[in-house]
């Protein structure tokens, strides 16, 4: 049987980022072995008791159909945290809730791109959005990310590669996998790029709480933006409630009003008990949201610190998110064969940044989420194998 064009679009490299992650489960499962799985972004710590016990609760309340683009309430909520965080003004009419930020940009970008559209994405970038760009039609225009600038944006490089087709600049601060956190003035410089070529600005801030470096800058903080600037993020690295698939999209009603049509026809809204639980999230300063921060924090410098006494190897130490990039290019051998050879000999998993862009070859992507034995141990085993390779 034949499959739309669209099959094609959504199966791009950044989807077989996953490879070592999927092995690594067929290894542990299969063969029975204990691996490190150092691949994915989920937080390892539980969330806090008050969002799991009101969602629980009020699944008993009500399990009915929630509003399409999510409950008043959590709607009005998202909007007074996003006001209060960035002194913008931000109303329930700017919001919509999603399955999760993954969902968000997906629907985000239907509405704002399309075939013959041309999406600048700064790279290396998360691995799903080539195939979110690809959905849309519209044509990925990448802009490399260099590790010499720690991976911080050349608002020039960005200038060079905007076209009359521009029709969205998309970024991602703090970053993953590069765990860049943008300066504020950076912020406002690709926000003046996107007024001077009208152009929308789609801003990916799913590690939003776990900036160390410096503050985070949401790109609605900027002034004269919020008619052209659309915010994507979710409770699930903050929270560490990734299961919720509560996320949102705060941008100018009008898109709010055509995401009703998409999520009418898409979703036909979220599950109403977890916008209850997300409603005491986004409501409440709870204490495990700061120790989730500087769990992370702490963790992200004592492992960079371990990885550089791996020869050949250079770690960059995150300035925010959840993984440290490991720079293997020292070391003779490509980063998917490194990837390969330390899940087949040392029973640790780790992504290898290929597939998140150009300017992620030569790098591994190390997830934080174990907890600090297991940290230790990998960063070991890591460490152990790069030496195999020196003495090889
Ligand atoms: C940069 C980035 N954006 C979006 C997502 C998706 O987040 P969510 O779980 O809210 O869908 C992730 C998840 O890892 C991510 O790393």
């Known amino acids: 049987m034949r499959y739309a ?21 067929k290894l542990r499962h299969e063969e029975g072995r204990e691996i490190i799985d150092l691949t994915v972004g989920s937080p390892d ?12 609760a009020a699944m008993r309340r009500y399990s009915g159909y929630a509003a399409i683009l999510g409950g008043f309430p959590v709607r009005r909520a998202v909007a007074a945290r996003m006001a209060k965080r960035t002194g913008m003004p931000c109303e329930m009419a700017n919001v919509a809730i999603v399955a999760g930020a993954q969902a968000g940009l997906y629907f985000a970008l239907q509405c704002l791109a399309g075939p013959g559209d041309e999406v600048i994405v700064l790279e290396p970038m998360y691995a799903t959005y080539e195939a979110v760009c690809g959905a ?60 001077k070529h009208d152009l929308w600005l789609l801003s ?12 985070h800058t949401s790109a609605w903080s900027q002034p004269d933006m919020q008619g052209r600037t659309v915010v994507v993020s979710s409770l699930s690295k903050s929270h560490v409630v990734p299961g919720f698939r509560l996320g949102w999209i705060v941008g100018p009603p009008p898109l709010v009003e055509h995401l009703f049509y998409l999520l009418l026809c898409a979703q036909y809204g979220g599950a109403p008990f977890l916008q209850a639980g997300a409603l005491v999230a986004l409501t409440q300063d709870l204490p495990e949201v700061a120790a989730v921060r500087d769990t992370y924090r702490r963790r992200s410098v004592e492992f960079a610190d371990l990885l550089a006494r791996a020869p050949s190897c250079r770690p960059l130490r995150p300035e925010g998110g959840l993984f440290v990039m490991l720079d293997v290019r020292g070391t003779g051998i490509s980063a998917p064969v490194f990837a390969d050879q330390l899940l087949e000999r040392e029973n640790v998993a780790v992504l290898a940044c290929d597939g998140f862009g150009p300017g992620g070859v030569g790098h591994l992507r190390i997830s934080l989420t174990v907890d600090d034995a297991q940290l230790a141990e990998g960063g070991a085993r890591i460490v152990r194998f790069a030496e195999s390779l020196r003495s090889a």
């Open 45 to 56: 710590q539980p969330p806090a008791a008050a969002i799991l016990d009101e969602a629980a």
């Open 5 to 25: 064009p669209l099959v094609a679009r959504i199966a791009g490299s950044g989807a077989d980022v996953w490879k070592t992650h999927f092995r690594a489960a």
């Open 136 to 195: 849309t039609g519209a044509t990925m225009v990448q802009v490399p990310l260099l590790p010499e600038r720690g991976f911080h944006p050349d608002i020039d490089a960005i200038a060079r590669a905007i076209t009359p087709r521009t029709r969205v600049l998309w970024i991602n601060s703090p970053s993953n996998p590069t765990g860049a956190v943008f300066e504020r003035e950076e912020v406002a410089a690709i926000a003046a790029l996107c007024q």
């Open 204 to 215: 990916d801030e799913v590690y939003e709480e776990l900036a160390y470096a410096r503050p």
